[in-house]
C-alpha cells in the first residue's frame, strides 16, 4: 500500500529527501507522494523513512486506494532499483 500526505501537512519538505523512490514532490498546495514509485521503503529500510521524519503526527497516512502486499512492494523496489 502506498502512503500519502494529508492536508495537516506544512510544507517543510523533510520527507521528500528521505524517500528512496523519489515517490515525493511539492504539489500545489501541500507535499504529495506517488503510489505508482511509493513501496513504503519496503527493499530499502525496515521502517518508512518519510513518516519518521515528519514533524507532524497522522500527516503520512496509508493509502487505501493503493493497496499492495509486502512481497508487491518489494517487486516494485527491486524493479526501480
Known amino acids: ?3 500519502k500526505i494529508v492536508e495537516e501537512c506544512i510544507n517543510c519538505g523533510a520527507c521528500e529527501s528521505e524517500c528512496p523512490n523519489d515517490a515525493i514532490g511539492q504539489g500545489d ?3 504529495t507522494i506517488n503510489p505508482e514509485l511509493c513501496t513504503e521503503c519496503v ?3 525496515d521502517t518508512m523513512q518519510c513518516v519518521d521524519v515528519c514533524p507532524i503526527d497522522g500527516c503520512i497516512v496509508p ?3 493503493h493497496q499492495e502486499s509486502k512481497e ?3 517487486a ?3 524493479r526501480r532499483h
Open 76 to 78: 516494485k523496489y527491486a
Open 29 to 31: 498546495s501541500i507535499y
Open 63 to 65: 493509502d487505501l486506494e
Open 1 to 3: 500500500m502506498a502512503m
Open 72 to 74: 508487491e512492494l518489494a
Open 43 to 45: 527493499g530499502a529500510y
